[in-house]
Structure formats: structure tokens, C-alpha cells
């Protein structure tokens, strides 16, 4: 950066009411993990009014292979693409084409913010977040990161370098001058009542209204040993009265239950959750996944989980449930230790005590932050120079 342009900390602020709107550019393609947070972002950015400077308006970068070129227009948000720069985890041949992808990713990204008239870009780290963040240095567009997992990947521990602030889910979350705001979250989600919701819900899955309820789930394409193990404790979970949802995966149709004899509870299979919000309120307790975004709307919604790790990776899994666990919201087991017999022996106790039920679910939601969207707009337009107000 040449010392005629200007380091994001030394921009000025935002024009004065009455001027053009803040222009916020989002970098978040890739996976759902991105995805979510960033919509959810530009949902609080749209509900809020400048005085005399209009609605912010709002930009989504992405690449033609991800998710958001599905996701960000159904939303009805404006998506413009830049090309993928994939960053390998250990150092391989591929590891020399990096540089010069980057490069052309970041002139291509630097042309698009100065088109754009970008006030600030917001990562959430992954291929499309660097180049948007060296782009904006370039450019002397002040940067935000938002990192929504406990250990954070390259792009981010790169962008929090240039940021001008750096907000994370986790607060443990080993980034210089990170701030604690939470996972931005949908409204369907942060704004659920679960209580009030629950008899509804429990009618659109076919459950039974009063009984207690497991909610199964291993994320959009399920999780084998999740399955397996859920699928083998059926019995001594319906004939002790516990009714269960199990959303299997699209791919996973060889999982199945048997009809249940008459008076047991109901345990019901299906391929896919399009209503997580109804799920969540039909449920008391969860057994599934800890990626971020699950960890975030469980605690969100005040529904206790059993959380099993994904065996491989880096290890950040447990590391997104341990504050929930922490704060006595939630149970974790090793996916090694998971089996039917754990399920009976710590779900089942649980399950069918109300009072314990009770106690997991005010922590889980004690370590909640279903106001997050809202932390990270403020945060973010006190970044732009601007003072904008809820709608």
C-alpha cells in the first residue's frame, strides 16, 4: 500500500445525514456456516433507517461455486462474484499457485469496492473473505471480521490484522482485539418462542402433544453414526414414553424404525428439517452436530443438546460447545463414545425428568445471544461513520 492511500483506521468518517446511504459489502460465500451469519446481517442492516441517508444498501460477494449464488438472491440481496481463492490446510504443490490467485482475486475485488463505493467491508472468513479483505486495504475501505468458529481459520486470523474491529461467536476465540457479539442469527430463530410454538409444531411432525421429545439431527446431510446410534436406542427410548424426530439426510434412506406397538411413543423419520424453527419448538433436548451455527441457535432457543463432535478437523467442534456445556446448558460425548447404551444411560434419565429438563434449558439460554444480528450492525456502522437507528 502505496502511503498516498489511506490505512482503513485513518478513514474518515461517513459522509453527514443527507448524503447517499452506507454501502455495506459482505464476504461470506462458501459454506453455510458463512452464508447464514452474513444474511442474517443484512436482514438487521435493512431494518435499520439513517436519518435522511436511507436504508444501508448492501453488497454480497461470493463465487460462482458456492451456496450463495442459491441463497444470497433468494434473499433478495445483490450478489456480485470474484474468483475462489482456495487456501490449502497443509502446505502442498497447490500451495505455489496461491499468490497469484490471490492477486488477481484482490484487483478484481479492489475494482468492485471502488464501483461499489464500499463504506466497509465484513468478512466472515473462507475463500471469499481474503481477497475482500486485502482488497479493502488497498482501497482504504475499513474492514470488520466476523468469525464465527472457536478456532479461526486463515483468512480471518489474516483479516483481524487489518481490521479496524474483530468480532467473534466464542468469546475464548484467539483473535487480536476480539470482541464477544455472538452468531447473527435469522429472526425465525432468535425470535422463537419455543413454548409457544410447541403444540403447533408438535402437530406438523405428527407427534404426540404432551410427550417428551429428542430432536436428531447430523446437519443438512445427516450423520451416520448419529443415526446408527439413535436408531438402535429407539426402542428403550419409545417404551420409556420419549417420542422422537429424526431428520436422517436425504441420502440416508436406508434408516428407518419399524412402526412402534400401540402405546408407545411416536418416532418420527424424515429426510430433511425445512422447519428448524418448528423442530427446535417441538423439542426438548437435541442430539446432534456442534458446528457453530447449530451451537449458536440451540443456546439462541434455550434448547438444551447432547453434542457430538465431529471426529475430524481441527478439534473446533468441541471447542464451539464447550461455553454452553460450561454454563450447565448442554451435554458433550466423543462421536467414538456415542451408542445406543449412552443414550439410555444419560438421555433417557434426562429426558423423562421434567425438572432437569428445565434446569438445562434455562443455562442453554443463558449462554445465548439471540441479539447478535443487532451487536453486529452497530458494530459495524459505527465502523462506516454512520448513525443509523431501528426502523
Known sequence: MTSSQPAPGDRPAGPPSGADPVHVVLAGGGTGGHIEPMLALADALTRRTAAGGGTPRVTCLGTARGMETRLVPARGYDLRLIPPV?????????????????????AETRQLLDELRADVVVGFGGYVALPAYLAARRAGVPVVVHEQNALPG????????????????????PLRGAEHVGMPLRTAISGLDRAARRGEA?????????RPTLLVFGGSQGAASLNRAAVAAADALTAAGVQVL???????????????????????????????????????LALCRSGAVTVAELSAVGLPAAFVPLPIGNGEQRLNALPVVEAGGS?????????PSWIERELLPLLTDPQALSALAEHAAAAGTPDADERLADLVLQ???????LR
Open 246 to 284: 429424526h431428520a436422517r439426510g436425504p441420502k440416508n434412506t436406508e434408516v428407518t424404525v419399524p412402526a412402534r406397538p400401540a402405546g408407545s411413543a411416536p418416532y418420527v423419520v424424515v429426510d430433511y428439517l425445512e422447519r428448524m424453527d418448528l423442530a427446535y419448538a417441538a423439542a426438548d
Open 331 to 339: 451435554v458433550l460425548v466423543a462421536d467414538a463414545d456415542l451408542s
Open 86 to 106: 482456495p487456501l490449502p490446510r497443509k502446505p502442498t504443490p497447490d500451495l505455489l499457485r496461491v499468490p497469484g490467485r490471490v492477486w488477481r482475486a484482490v
Open 202 to 210: 408438535r402437530a406438523e411432525f405428527g407427534l404426540d402433544p404432551d
Open 154 to 173: 486463515l483468512a480471518n486470523r489474516i483479516g483481524a490484522r487489518l481490521a479496524a474491529r474483530v468480532a467473534v461467536t466464542v468469546p475464548s476465540t
Open 383 to 389: 465502523v462506516a461513520g454512520r448513525e443509523v437507528a
